[in-house]
């Protein structure tokens, strides 16, 4: 499963890198224009702004999605890192936040994508993926709620993986659950998250020098 993963995602490179060699033309302004599109791919990335343009209401959810995401990942990194670095603590409280923010965020995107009248944006793999990480963060926010596991057991089996020595698993139900959704997770991973934003800055290059070239007197 894993290696589907980077295959995939080596594949969309190549593609990708054939795509630009293609399509690149000697271009006069290049130089002028990189660091403008550089800082445009940065703030599409960010506020995805060409998804509000398209589908506002879609956009709403997917912003506190990711958003929260990323939060939660910050805040899981205290069980992967040893010793733990002081702006990790830090994360660990908006972290929490964003646990809550999470499973909510991911129903809204799931309504929307499948009741808009607009264009559908739900394919049957995006689908999975969401439902697969509404499942984890449900079930984590149970864990941090109601059923805590020990999370010192939860950090020594975790740093047992990292270091290639395995500890037995943590004595809950609900951490091997979701442990278990998060590997089958992995490789479902879109793999454009990683080429979308060379793509989108080769773009934004393109698109700038030829209104350069258009506007040249």
């Known amino acids: 499963m894993y290696a589907t993963f980077w295959v995939r995602f080596f594949l969309h490179v190549l593609v990708w890198r054939r795509a630009v060699r293609r399509l690149r033309e000697p271009v006069k302004y290049a130089s002028e224009t990189g660091t403008k599109a550089c800082l445009l791919t940065l703030a599409d990335i960010i506020f995805f702004g060409r998804l509000l343009v398209v589908n506002p209401a879609l956009w709403t959810g997917e912003w506190f999605f990711h958003m929260s995401?990323?939060?939660?990942?910050?805040?899981?990194?205290?069980?992967?890192?040893n010793p733990v670095p002081g702006w990790v603590w830090l994360a660990q409280t908006p972290?929490?936040?964003?646990?809550?923010?999470?499973?909510?965020?991911l129903m809204y995107v799931l309504f929307v994508r499948l009741f808009t009248k607009l264009e559908k944006y739900a394919s049957p793999a995006?689908?999975?993926?969401?439902?697969?990480?509404?499942?984890?963060?449900?079930?984590?926010?149970?864990m941090s709620i109601y059923y805590k596991p020990d999370l010192?057991?939860?950090?020594?089996?975790?740093?047992?993986?990292m270091s290639l020595t395995p500890r037995d698993l943590p004595n809950s139900i609900l951490f091997v659950l979701h442990f278990s959704l998060v590997l089958i997770l992995i490789p479902f991973l879109p793999?454009?998250?990683?080429?979308?934003?060379?793509?989108?800055?080769e773009s934004r290059k393109r698109k700038q020098s030829l209104r350069l070239v258009m506007h040249e007197k």
């Open 69 to 81: 995401f990323f939060l939660v990942l910050v805040r899981h990194l205290r069980f992967f890192l």
């Open 95 to 105: 972290g929490l936040i964003a646990g809550y923010l999470l499973p909510v965020s």
């Open 126 to 142: 995006n689908m999975l993926f969401l439902m697969l990480m509404l499942l984890i963060s449900a079930i984590g926010l149970l």
């Open 152 to 161: 010192v057991d939860v950090k020594l089996f975790i740093l047992g993986i």
């Open 191 to 201: 793999t454009h998250i990683i080429t979308a934003p060379l793509v989108m800055m």
